[in-house]
């Protein structure tokens, strides 16, 4: 997958959710026991570009066939429909909840990742959690993207790994949150063309593998302007380190979300940055690769439509692009979303 994209079609369906409920771990353990969750419907429309990704098994979003490695990729538009949730349970007693189902944090960056987990409140010092992260929806990428003029094979990314955080740590605003995951791709073959082509030898293929380990830490602040008005910023780290040392690299970057939440609506504006720079020199290109990460969304929710109980309204547009030094690397997206959400 190409992580550097900043926004995709699943990553409005997550803000979806989280135009109620932000971030799971932000909302505090329900005071009786029992199930609930919440759960996402409706439909996307999506603009999207990228040499390398080519979607997920519920349907492709990119361009089999190129023409040239020099150029950036064509824009692909599809509508499709979308859902999204997460069923927990509560032991009110103990403070504690175990849950399952999308993590709204993977989803911004179109990766379909489950995890299941635990909750447990420390009274007024925050909430702790643990979660195992797997792919139950595999993000569908070409095994060899860099093959021109022909119909590029797609392949199964999975990724699997654990995730631990502390929101709230103290009292505080503030929370932290480490990942790490291993990532491996069916039939990884990037710059097998070239190699039969006789444009790389071997040892240079092997720069190009994108299956490895990433490691992920996210620090973020609540600030309250004033009740029902919260500025939430937080800055992550990312480091890639993948077979190939050329997908190797580093990512830096910021987040700000300001949040509007009254008894009948809820709106919810991001705006994102990222920097990221690989470890080694590509052998395609004989460059090492930086990028630029923007992004932004409006998510705007309406509770209980039509009088209905449980339910809300939500509908979004946002934009992302990915702005490489190395033209083929260049992703974009631009896409707005229509759909219900209800809480249990």
Same mark, same amino acid.
């Given at each position: 997958?190409?992580s550097?994209?900043?926004?995709t079609?699943?990553?409005?369906v997550?803000? @979806? #959710? ?5 971030? #799971? ?5 329900p005071?009786?026991?029992g199930?609930?969750g ?20 519920? =349907?492709?979003?990119?361009?089999? %066939? ?15 429909g979308? @859902? ?6 509560t ?17 911004v960056?179109?990766? &379909?990742? @489950? ?13 702790v ?20 003029g ?6 199964d990314?999975?990724?699997?790994? =654990? ?9 505080t605003g ?6 790490h995951?291993?990532?491996? !791709? ?6 097998q063309?070239l *190699? ?14 994108? %299956? =490895?380990e ?7 602040? !609540? ?20 077979? =190939?040392?050329?997908?190797?690299r580093?990512? *830096?970057g910021?987040?700000?979300?300001? !949040? ?12 994102s940055y990222?920097h990221? %720079?690989?470890?080694e ?7 090492? %690769?930086?990028?630029d ?28 692009e990915s702005?490489?030094?190395?033209? &083929?690397?260049? #992703? ?11 809480r @249990?």
């Open positions: 997958m190409n550097k994209l900043v926004l079609a699943s990553g409005v997550s803000l @979806f #959710a989280s135009s109620i409920v932000f971030s #799971a771990p932000l909302q505090p353990i005071e009786e026991s199930f609930g919440f759960l996402t419907l409706g439909v996307t429309g999506t603009s999207f570009s990228s040499n390398t990704v080519a979607g997920t098994d519920m =349907g492709d979003v990119a361009i089999e %066939e190129i023409d040239s490695l020099d150029e950036g990729p064509d824009s692909e538009t599809d509508v499709s979308f @859902f999204t949730g997460e069923l927990n349970y032991f009110a007693e103990s403070r504690t909840q175990l849950f399952f189902g999308n993590s709204l944090e993977d989803l960056r179109y990766d &379909f990742t @489950f995890q299941t987990g635990v909750r447990h409140e420390l009274a007024d010092k925050g909430i959690y643990g979660a195992f992260l797997f792919s139950a929806i595999p993000t569908s990428v070409y095994a060899d993207p860099y093959q021109t022909v119909e590029r094979e797609e392949a990314r999975n990724s699997n790994g =654990g995730r631990i955080g502390w929101q709230g740590i103290a009292g503030f929370g932290v949150e480490l990942s995951r291993v990532i491996e !791709i069916d039939d990884e073959e990037s710059g063309a *190699v039969d082509g006789g444009a790389l030898s071997v040892e240079q293929q092997d720069l190009l593998n994108r %299956e =490895g990433q490691t992920s830490v996210k620090f973020s602040y !609540i600030h309250r302007l004033s009740p029902g008005n919260l500025l939430v910023p937080a800055i992550n780290y990312h480091k890639f380190d993948m077979d =190939g040392d050329a997908m190797s580093d990512r *830096v910021g987040e700000l979300a300001y !949040i509007r939440n009254t008894q009948q609506y809820t709106l919810i504006v991001t705006m990222s990221t %720079e690989h470890d020199e590509n052998p395609i290109y004989s460059e090492t %690769e930086q990028t990460n923007f992004g932004g969304s409006i998510v705007g929710t309406y509770h209980s439509p039509f009088g209905l109980k449980g339910w809300s309204a939500v509908a979004s547009v946002a934009a992302g702005d490489s030094d190395i033209n &083929f690397y260049d #992703a974009d997206i631009v896409t707005g979303s229509l759909g219900m959400l209800y @249990f």
